[in-house]
């Protein structure tokens, strides 16, 4: 940490740990799962290589992350168990942005981000999780996947809470094949469920295909809906 503070608050604290510029952008990309050094740089245009190796090594010695060791090769940078129970507060902050730019000026960029369909499938990916949030299903457990433009994520949801992952590793009970602008004119209501539906290949359960696609479509007025039978398998 180069700089401190000073402050005997808990909050004060927690940023002289997490406040630099990009790091709160390098835990959002390390939630998806491992990334290499250079996946990283790439994800993260601006940031340089000096910048990021300094907040790589901030990160580590704080116990946030774990940098992969000399005998992984092609392992990435993950995040520890501490660093992965900072999801839901960056979570809760993402959610906001989008409430508040959502009633900016369209002038803003923020209010452009929301308004293109050129964003990168990590991003959208996260969204889908952002978005579950306000579709809740506490007694609805499964593992699904969803590929965003032949970028393949898992989905898994428990408890009422959505976690999600790159690849598509892990068994799946459900499996939609979409692309970026059709989940984003989706999440801007552009277009409503049968039309979204009709631009994307579903299988897998029902009820679990429903519960994704009111995550996507973000409108709670198709909790209801019935979508036509498709292939069955048991929930985990």
Known sequence: MSRTYNKDCLLAH?????????????????????QRFGDL???????GANLLSKRLKELEQADIIVAPSSNEAGAGYRLTPMGEG??????????WSIEYFMERPESSPAHECIYTDHL??????????????????????????????????????MNGEMVTRRGADTPAVANITTD???????????????????RMKLSGH???????????????????KELAPTAH???V
């Open 14 to 34: 927690a940023l002289d740990l997490l406040g630099e510029r990009w790091t709160f952008l390098i835990l959002r990309d390390l939630f998806l799962g491992p």
């Open 41 to 47: 740089a790439a994800g993260l245009p601006g940031i």
């Open 86 to 95: 900072l999801r839901p507060a960056i979570r809760e902050m993402m959610c």
């Open 120 to 157: 990168e499938p990590d991003s959208v990916a996260l969204a889908v999780e952002l978005f579950a949030r306000y579709c809740p299903e506490p007694d609805l457990s499964y593992v699904a996947h969803i590929t965003i433009d032949d970028f393949s994520y898992t989905y898994y949801y």
């Open 180 to 198: 970026v602008a059709t989940i984003m004119q989706a999440f801007r209501k552009e277009l409503n469920l049968d039309e979204a539906k009709s």
């Open 206 to 224: 029902d009820k679990v295909i429903t519960h994704l696609l009111r995550c996507i479509v973000h409108a709670e007025k198709h909790a209801e």
């Open 233 to 235: 398998a048991a929930v």
